[in-house]
């Protein structure tokens, strides 16, 4: 799952003070399951940006907007897109850039993209990868400490948590707390003895 987060409002209307006759497009997979881009939320958008002034031509919720075939499929499920002068996307980067890759008038995103999470137990848990392109998450008990550390340390933890928390944000439980709970319960904490460089750091 792609974990986002909603712009403020009055930052989308910065976005699109120079446009009109907007067409929203909502996301009925990740999206959605945040609350950022099903279809409770392209309603509200929609009505929000009447209330700025702003003229809505329609809106869509496509089942995944990082899947959308044509520009086609968006007319079949809406003919108003057709009358567009502009997209809002109410969804992550990759389905911002695959709608912006069919369509011919200006694109905008309503959301931040921030980091690859899941759902477990009911709940949504974000930044558990950081996308990197090269997995070594075995090493550390199957938490990735690129994506969850705020410091992406690979090498250990940084020595300024208190109580098994983290130091940049206190809310937080230490990755590297967790880590070596894991792999010690595995009986694999010589997987920490690896030192990693420079090279492997930056990849």
């Given at each position: 799952m792609i974990i986002s987060s909603a712009k403020p409002f009055e930052e989308i209307l910065e976005l699109l003070k120079d446009e009109d006759d907007i067409f929203v497009i909502g996301c009925n997979a990740c999206a959605a399951k945040q609350h950022l881009g099903g279809e409770p939320e392209v309603i509200e958008m929609c009505q929000h940006?009447?209330?700025?002034?702003?003229?809505?031509?329609?809106?869509v919720i496509p089942s995944a907007?990082?899947?959308v075939a044509s520009?086609?499929?968006?007319?079949?499920?809406?003919?108003?897109?057709?009358n567009a002068k502009t997209i809002?996307?109410?969804?992550c980067g990759s389905g911002v850039s695959i709608i912006s890759g069919l369509a011919?008038?200006?694109?905008?995103?309503s959301n931040n993209t921030q980091s690859l999470g899941g759902r477990s137990?009911?709940?949504?848990?974000?930044?558990?990868?950081?996308?990197?392109?090269?997995?070594?998450?075995?090493?550390?008990?199957?938490?990735c400490p690129k994506g969850q550390c705020p410091k992406q340390l690979l090498n250990g933890p940084c020595g300024g948590s208190i109580d098994g928390k983290c130091e940049v944000d206190p809310e937080k439980?230490?990755?590297?707390?967790?880590?070596?709970?894991?792999?010690?319960?595995?009986?694999?904490?010589?997987?920490?003895?690896k030192v990693w460089t420079v090279e492997e750091i930056i990849e």
């Open positions: 940006l009447e209330e700025a002034g702003k003229h809505v031509v329609g809106g907007a990082c899947s520009f086609d499929s968006l007319i079949e499920k809406n003919p108003a897109i057709k809002l996307v109410m969804a011919e008038t200006p694109v905008y995103p137990q009911g709940e949504v848990v974000p930044e558990l990868c950081a996308m990197c392109g090269d997995c070594n998450i075995y090493y550390f008990g199957g938490i439980d230490c990755v590297w707390e967790l880590i070596f709970r894991k792999l010690e319960k595995a009986g694999r904490l010589d997987l920490l003895e």
